[in-house]
């Protein structure tokens, strides 16, 4: 059973369009973030959620907007895409939020803006 | 700001030679601090991790160990295989809010 799964795997979109990445982890836990890495690997935190709470939001633009409906998904949700969004996107999860425990990483969905 | 930095890549070795990859860091109270690795066309994986100073991690032959005097968590393996061949990740967590903040990833490849 996968422990955290993404979907899609791969995104081909037009500039401005809206879009939408679901993310579902089995492993109960409590805590989850999104993830952008650029087309150089770096790997930066958007946003994560505890308990369907917002706790992380770092300087995203608004266009990006999460959703946590319950506490095993945490949905990304992306307004007017620009070329500059085309990047891969990891959706993790860990137990709870403190810095001692592991994240577990999905697949990652590769988004394309053309 | 906390930060992370690892040495530039890409590192290329051949079969059984010994690997170093560096990582020092900058952080406020005490980070926990990791290695995750990403296998082409995949998502990250925890490596090792280590919690406190003097701390060691250590999986698959990898280790790092946490030095506060230095702030370093240098990962090694004595022997690498063509299957180690992969982007290696140094990174902190924020005690708080477990947030992690990566290193630019250091890319290994190794020839038979």
């Known amino acids: 059973d996968t422990a955290v799964s993404q979907t899609p795997k791969y995104l081909v979109t037009q500039m401005g369009n809206d879009k939408s990445i679901k993310c579902e982890q089995n492993l109960g836990h409590d805590t989850m973030y999104w993830y952008k890495q650029d087309s150089k690997k770096f790997l930066k935190i958007m946003f994560s959620y505890n308990n369907k709470e917002l706790i992380i939001n770092e300087t995203v633009p608004n266009r990006f907007s999460p959703k946590s409906p319950d506490k095993a998904h945490l949905n990304l949700h992306i307004n007017s895409l620009e070329l500059g969004d085309s990047a891969v996107y990891f959706c993790?999860?860990?137990?709870?939020?403190?810095?001692?425990?592991?994240?577990?990483f999905g697949p990652g969905t590769r988004l394309t803006v053309l | 700001g906390n930060s992370v930095t690892q040495m530039e890549g890409p590192v290329t070795l051949s079969e059984e030679a010994f690997l170093t990859i560096n990582c020092t860091y900058t952080?406020?109270?005490?980070?926990?601090l990791f290695w995750y690795v990403q296998y082409p066309g995949e998502g990250l994986q925890l490596l090792l991790k280590?919690?406190?100073?003097?701390d060691k991690g250590s999986n698959k032959g990898f280790e790092a160990t946490y030095r506060k005097e230095t702030t370093s968590f240098h990962l090694e393996k004595g022997s690498v295989q063509v299957s180690d061949s992969a982007v290696y990740f140094c990174a902190l967590s924020d005690f708080n809010t477990g947030k992690l903040i990566f290193g630019q990833g250091t890319t290994l490849q190794v020839k038979p």
């Open positions: 952080a406020t109270g005490y980070p926990s």
């Open positions: 993790a999860s860990s137990q709870d939020r403190a810095g001692r425990n592991e994240q577990f």
């Open positions: 280590a919690t406190k100073a003097d």
